[in-house]
């Protein structure tokens, strides 16, 4: 059936038993793709009735949907023309794991961040009713986004807009973790335990014509729903309460374990999984966090609805207070961190690098301009991270490096790493942010012993002459190849540094370079422009020193693959090392 379903015209003429169909064929297609693939897999098997329901009874894409953060978009896409993508595997990357309009014109919005449907809502609304025109706007939120405040603002804004604006809230009880206690989500189980019929209706107090569906899983019910709402004039919420993981035992039972990843026996659910037990940046650090949280009662964790980056399930309980979901509201994260600073406690704030992007202003208004020793773990922040252009993660050296009062760390061993932390979390003085190293743990073998309140003081790990390779982070290990290459091919001992510093520069070892050195080469796994090595560059400018920055184009590199991407950006050791023979000679 899916395979003959070009568009959501081809669904329309189906009867009410090939409607159940299609439902089945997606649901399998879902668990064939993902448990091969890997993916987001609990939030798209929870929403396959409400998703055929939609393109049933309303006409995308003159009806325009909005999927929040669009993780839940696969069904979507197999009503839409690319079915294959999901039923051939040599056509599984053929799509982007989220709204893409470089797809489809059924994908209004490339979108992969939470809490923006409602905005991005509104603002289509009111274009349509500039121009005249009467289709039907619908977001798709769930009940973990409506934890970010930009969801508020817009709430409020379709609220008042007095149009026609359909608010679809997907509500399982379930963010990526489980959602926190309280506030919203209080509200959402009052709504759910009164089947809609609570006096303390949030949605009808904002002024929604408010409805409520208990099975939200149930394709004949779903579709009355939206037939009843459809072509209305005023600001409509529909509050559905759906399954996460839906008709998949394992992922209805752990539903925090089965948001996303993959691949996993179809059958079991167990995840094939790629690590050997040992260890990893990720295990030392919850290892020390958890060792100051049992020594120190003022020592606290943050996580914006991503707990599973710092602690599991079990960990958490074990902090018990001295952990904080403040679900996924980073700006929330990043300013009650500052809170907690200026009173006494030691915030330790874990946050993937694409999301961190999010809290702009709370950084350097917030964190910086008031100077508080917040502690944050920078996780994803590679080329090596998250691939789809809607969660690239190596942008964050040019938004963070330059904010006053910041100390930006790039460790490149386990040691340097653990030294690190544990002063960040012991200092009074700096906001100190972790570029949580990717990739194979690398250990030295003896503790650092580094005082990193000395500001900015660079580690030469080989002395050499006529070039100076520095190594920032993630790509120390890059630079030492190069290093290699050129000592024992080309008989050159190149000076090899480990900067550890991203917010500043060492200032006398890069005078002190020009007396023996003709060449200074920055690798950096970020993009080059407001980069490190641009840093290096500006305070080298005035000199003889020839400078060269490698590192990633700035660009929204889509589904790359890491290896072609670093090779077109001369990132490998070959091209390095000729680049710098070409230059020396």
């Given at each position: 059936?899916?395979?003959?379903?070009?568009?959501?015209?081809?669904?329309?003429?189906?009867?009410?038993?090939e409607?159940d169909?299609?439902?089945?064929?997606?649901r399998?297609?879902?668990?064939?793709?993902?448990?091969?693939?890997?993916?987001?897999?609990?939030?798209?098997?929870?929403?396959?009735e409400?998703?055929?329901?939609?393109?049933?009874?309303?006409?995308?894409?003159?009806?325009?949907f909005?999927?929040?953060?669009?993780?839940?978009?696969y069904?979507h896409?197999?009503?839409?023309?690319?079915?294959?993508?999901?039923?051939?595997?040599?056509?599984?990357?053929?799509?982007?794991?989220?709204?893409?309009?470089?797809?489809?014109?059924?994908?209004?919005f490339?979108?992969?961040?939470?809490?923006?449907?409602?905005?991005?809502?509104?603002?289509?609304?009111?274009?349509?009713?500039?121009?005249?025109?009467k289709?039907n706007?619908?977001?798709?939120?769930?009940?973990?986004?409506?934890?970010?405040?930009?969801?508020?603002?817009?709430?409020?804004?379709?609220?008042?807009?007095?149009?026609?604006?359909?608010?679809?809230?997907n509500?399982?009880?379930?963010?990526?973790?489980?959602?926190?206690?309280g506030?919203i989500?209080?509200?959402?189980?009052?709504?759910?335990?009164?089947?809609?019929?609570?006096?303390?209706?949030?949605?009808?107090?904002?002024?929604?014509?408010?409805?409520?569906?208990?099975?939200?899983?149930?394709?004949?019910?779903?579709?009355?729903?939206?037939?009843?709402?459809?072509?209305?004039?005023?600001?409509?919420?529909?509050?559905?309460?759906?399954?996460?993981g839906?008709?998949?035992?394992?992922?209805?039972k752990?539903?925090?374990?089965?948001?996303?990843?993959g691949?996993?026996?179809?059958?079991?659910?167990?995840?094939?999984s790629?690590?050997?037990?040992?260890?990893?940046?990720?295990?030392?650090?919850?290892?020390?966090?958890?060792?100051?949280?049992?020594?120190?009662?003022?020592?606290?964790?943050?996580?914006?609805?991503?707990?599973?980056?710092?602690?599991?399930?079990?960990?958490?309980?074990?902090?018990?207070n001295?952990?904080?979901?403040?679900?996924?509201?980073?700006?929330?994260?990043a300013?009650m961190?500052?809170?907690?600073?200026?009173?006494?406690?030691?915030?330790?704030?874990?946050?993937?690098?694409?999301?961190?992007?999010r809290?702009?202003?709370?950084?350097?208004?917030?964190?910086?301009?008031?100077?508080?020793?917040?502690?944050?773990?920078?996780?994803?922040?590679?080329?090596?991270?998250?691939?789809?252009?809607?969660h690239?993660?190596?942008?964050?050296?040019?938004?963070?490096?330059?904010?006053?009062?910041?100390?930006?760390?790039?460790?490149?061993?386990?040691?340097?790493?653990?030294?690190?932390?544990?002063?960040?979390i012991e200092?009074?003085?700096?906001?100190?942010?972790?570029?949580?190293p990717?990739?194979?743990?690398r250990?030295?073998?003896?503790?650092?012993k580094?005082?990193y309140?000395?500001?900015?003081?660079?580690?030469?790990?080989?002395?050499?002459?006529?070039?100076?390779l520095?190594?920032?982070?993630n790509?120390?290990?890059?630079?030492?190849?190069?290093?290699?290459?050129?000592?024992?091919?080309?008989?050159?001992?190149?000076?090899?540094?480990?900067?550890?510093?991203?917010?500043?520069?060492?200032?006398?070892?890069?005078?002190?370079?020009?007396?023996?050195?003709?060449?200074?080469?920055?690798?950096?796994?970020?993009?080059?422009?407001?980069?490190?090595?641009?840093?290096?560059?500006?305070?080298?400018?005035?000199?003889?020193?020839?400078?060269?920055?490698?590192?990633?184009?700035?660009?929204?590199h889509?589904?790359?693959?890491?290896?072609?991407?670093?090779?077109?950006?001369?990132?490998?050791v070959?091209?390095?090392?000729?680049?710098?023979?070409?230059?020396?000679?």
């Amino acid at each position: 059936m899916l395979e003959n379903i070009q568009s959501p015209s081809d669904l329309k003429r189906l009867s009410k038993e090939e409607l159940d169909q299609v439902v089945e064929e997606a649901r399998q297609a879902l668990l064939e793709k993902t448990s091969q693939h890997g993916g987001h897999n609990g939030p798209n098997f929870g929403v396959v009735e409400m998703t055929v329901a939609l393109h049933y009874v309303f006409n995308s894409p003159i009806d325009k949907f909005i999927f929040d953060v669009s993780h839940q978009s696969y069904v979507h896409k197999m009503l839409t023309g690319r079915a294959q993508a999901f039923l051939d595997p040599d056509h599984y990357d053929d799509v982007s794991g989220y709204t893409n309009p470089k797809e489809s014109d059924h994908d209004l919005f490339t979108v992969g961040h939470t809490s923006t449907s409602l905005s991005l809502a509104s603002g289509v609304a009111r274009a349509r009713d500039l121009k005249g025109e009467k289709n039907n706007v619908i977001a798709i939120i769930g009940d973990g986004s409506l934890s970010g405040g930009m969801a508020y603002e817009g709430l409020n804004m379709i609220a008042t807009s007095n149009t026609n604006t359909i608010v679809i809230v997907n509500d399982n009880d379930q963010s990526i973790a489980a959602n926190p206690t309280g506030g919203i989500y209080t509200a959402l189980r009052r709504l759910r335990e009164s089947k809609g019929e609570t006096s303390d209706n949030l949605f009808k107090a904002l002024g929604f014509d408010y409805h409520y569906l208990e099975e939200g899983n149930d394709l004949d019910q779903l579709i009355a729903l939206f037939e009843e709402v459809k072509d209305t004039d005023h600001p409509v919420l529909l509050h559905i309460h759906t399954i996460k993981g839906h008709s998949m035992p394992f992922m209805e039972k752990n539903k925090e374990a089965y948001h996303a990843g993959g691949p996993y026996d179809p059958e079991t659910g167990e995840y094939k999984s790629f690590n050997t037990g040992g260890k990893t940046y990720s295990s030392i650090t919850t290892n020390l966090v958890l060792d100051k949280i049992k020594k120190d009662p003022t020592v606290v964790t943050l996580t914006a609805g991503t707990p599973m980056f710092l602690l599991n399930q079990d960990q958490r309980k074990e902090a018990g207070n001295q952990f904080i979901d403040v679900g996924i509201a980073e700006e929330q994260a990043a300013t009650m961190s500052v809170g907690l600073a200026k009173n006494g406690a030691k915030p330790v704030w874990a946050v993937a690098s694409t999301f961190m992007q999010r809290t702009y202003d709370q950084w350097s208004h917030d964190i910086a301009l008031n100077n508080q020793p917040v502690t944050v773990l920078v996780y994803m922040a590679s080329v090596n991270g998250m691939n789809d252009e809607s969660h690239l993660g190596f942008f964050d050296i040019p938004f963070l490096s330059h904010i006053p009062n910041v100390v930006y760390l790039a460790p490149t061993s386990k040691e340097e790493h653990l030294a690190m932390l544990d002063w960040a979390i012991e200092q009074e003085e700096h906001p100190v942010a972790i570029r949580v190293p990717v990739g194979p743990l690398r250990e030295i073998g003896q503790a650092d012993k580094t005082d990193y309140s000395q500001l900015n003081k660079n580690k030469v790990m080989q002395v050499g002459r006529q070039v100076a390779l520095f190594g920032l982070g993630n790509f120390y290990g890059f630079a030492e190849e190069v290093a290699q290459e050129l000592k024992e091919k080309h008989g050159i001992t190149a000076t090899l540094v480990n900067p550890r510093y991203i917010t500043g520069l060492d200032e006398t070892l890069l005078d002190n370079l020009q007396e023996k050195h003709e060449l200074v080469v920055t690798l950096e796994d970020g993009i080059v422009e407001g980069g490190y090595g641009q840093m290096v560059a500006s305070y080298l400018g005035d000199t003889a020193l020839k400078v060269k920055n490698f590192g990633i184009s700035k660009n929204y590199h889509d589904r790359y693959d890491c290896t072609q991407l670093m090779a077109e950006n001369g990132l490998t050791v070959e091209k390095n090392t000729s680049y710098i023979l070409n230059q020396l000679n």
